[in-house]
C-alpha cells in the first residue's frame, strides 16, 4: 500500500506541477493576448494617423501652394504700383525742373527791374540835385 501511496503521491505532485505550468502557461498566453491587441491598437493608431498625417501634409501643401500664389499676386501687384509711383515720379521731377526753370527767369526778371530802378533813382537824385 505504501507502494501506491508513494505513487499516488508522485503522480499528484505531477499532477499538481501539469497545472502549475498550466497556469503559468495561460497567464503568459493571457500576456501574450494582451500584448498582441496593443500592438493591433497601436498598428490601427499608427495607420489612422499616418492617413490622417497624409490629410495633414496635403492640406498643408495646399496652403503653402496658395500662400505662393497669393505672394506672387502680390508681387504683380507691388510691381505695377512701383512702376506707378516711377512714372508719377518722373512727370513730377519734370514738373519741378519747369517750374525752377521759370523761377530762375522770374529772378533774373526781377534783378533786372530792380537794377533798372536803382538806375533810375540814381538819375532822379541827379536831377533832383541839378534842380536845387
Do not use: C, P, W
Amino acid at each position: 500500500m505504501s507502494k501506491f501511496h508513494s505513487e499516488l503521491t508522485q503522480r499528484e505532485q505531477d499532477l499538481l506541477k501539469i497545472r502549475r505550468d498550466s497556469d503559468t502557461k495561460a497567464a503568459e498566453l493571457v500576456k501574450m493576448e494582451k500584448m498582441l491587441e496593443q500592438t493591433k491598437n497601436m498598428f490601427e493608431k499608427k495607420t489612422e494617423s499616418g492617413s490622417d498625417s497624409m490629410g495633414y501634409q496635403e492640406n498643408m501643401v495646399e496652403d503653402l501652394e496658395e500662400k505662393v500664389r497669393s505672394s506672387r499676386r502680390h508681387r504683380r501687384s507691388s510691381l505695377h504700383h512701383t512702376q506707378m509711383l516711377e512714372s508719377q515720379m518722373k512727370t513730377v521731377k519734370g514738373e519741378l525742373v519747369d517750374t525752377l526753370d521759370h523761377l530762375q527767369e522770374l529772378r533774373n526778371v526781377l534783378r533786372r527791374s530792380q537794377l533798372k530802378a536803382e538806375e533810375r533813382k540814381i538819375a532822379m537824385e541827379k536831377l533832383a540835385a541839378g534842380l536845387r
